[in-house]
């Protein structure tokens, strides 16, 4: 597909996640039309009234009803017992017309997470957290794969990002983005040498400068200067922190930019394309399940 490729004013492609979301949900939509608009549905758990939360499943559900999907919405207050929650999930994944599941975290700070998610079958885990989906991508095995992590590929796909032989740098060792991007990243036909760095480790300026491609998903601000990165290098920031001046990333853009060879944008690089894979899971679920021809 040919595209007009933007460039940051040091030279850098700028990796938009914006637009490779809408190609995204612009070929999801293409698809289920084609095979006669059969109900595809992603269900939403949320429980309570944290605004950024409600936000965000608003985002979803609006992507969503574009790609050609339908979606259902369970909204509970924040003084739900554990067992009310579980019941709401344990319903979604007896309903044979639901396909997806997914239950927005962090939940209120009195319910233990684990248990929910362990209701969801891998094949209705669209956000692909769960346990038995972690152990599919480390075994190969077919699953849904955590919605961020498959965004960062994605745009390193789109954007024509070499990674067979290349080294990659990943910050941060979370089960929601840095360890499964480890794996996607080492993964056969992908081929890169991945290090996983963190909080911990020494000399991460001369870690970093070895890397071809790094990923910052730690959660810290701005910590990805340009001392870190090697001329020409792609750079994929994850991270959201919130600061006084508004949310910033891991990586110092402007600072960055100078040097990179390829980076995103902050907002609207890895966050756009965590809701399209969202999408994309959703319908690879429902193909799963048999509601879906192919």
Request: glycine letters at 10%; proline letters at 6%.
């Amino acid at each position: 597909m040919t595209q007009t490729i933007e460039r940051t004013a040091g030279g850098a492609v700028l990796m938009d996640g914006n637009r490779l979301r809408d190609e995204t949900i612009a070929a999801l939509r293409a698809t289920i039309e084609a095979a006669g608009s059969p109900a595809v549905c992603l269900a939403t758990v949320l429980v309570g009234d944290d605004r950024p939360s409600q936000l965000y499943v608003a985002s979803k559900q609006k992507k969503a009803a574009e790609a050609g999907m339908t979606s259902r919405h369970i909204g509970l207050p924040g003084d739900a017992s554990q067992a009310q929650v579980e019941d709401a999930v344990a319903a979604l994944v007896a309903d044979p017309t639901v396909h997806g599941i997914l239950c927005q975290l962090p939940l209120p700070a009195s319910l233990d997470p684990e248990p929910v998610l362990s209701l969801i079958p891998p094949e209705k885990d669209v956000d692909g957290l769960t346990e038995r989906s972690l152990g599919r991508l480390v075994r190969g095995l077919p699953g849904h794969v955590g919605c961020t992590p498959r965004g960062v590929m994605r745009l390193l796909d789109r954007y024509g990002v070499a990674t067979s032989g290349k080294r990659a740098v990943v910050i941060g060792r979370s089960t929601l983005v840095g360890l499964p991007q480890v794996l996607l990243l080492g993964r056969k036909g992908v081929d890169c040498t991945v290090t996983l760095a963190h909080s911990r480790t020494a000399d991460m300026i001369e870690v970093c400068r070895e890397a071809d491609i790094i990923v910052a998903a730690a959660g810290s601000a701005r910590m990805v200067t340009a001392a870190h990165v090697k001329p020409g290098a792609a750079v994929i920031d994850v991270g959201v922190s919130r600061t006084e001046a508004g949310i910033v990333g891991d990586v110092d853009f402007e600072a960055v930019q100078a040097v990179a060879g390829a980076i995103t944008p902050m907002p609207g690089g890895t966050g756009p394309m965590t809701i399209a894979c969202l999408l994309e899971n959703t319908l690879s679920a429902a193909r799963m399940q048999g509601a879906f021809p192919g």
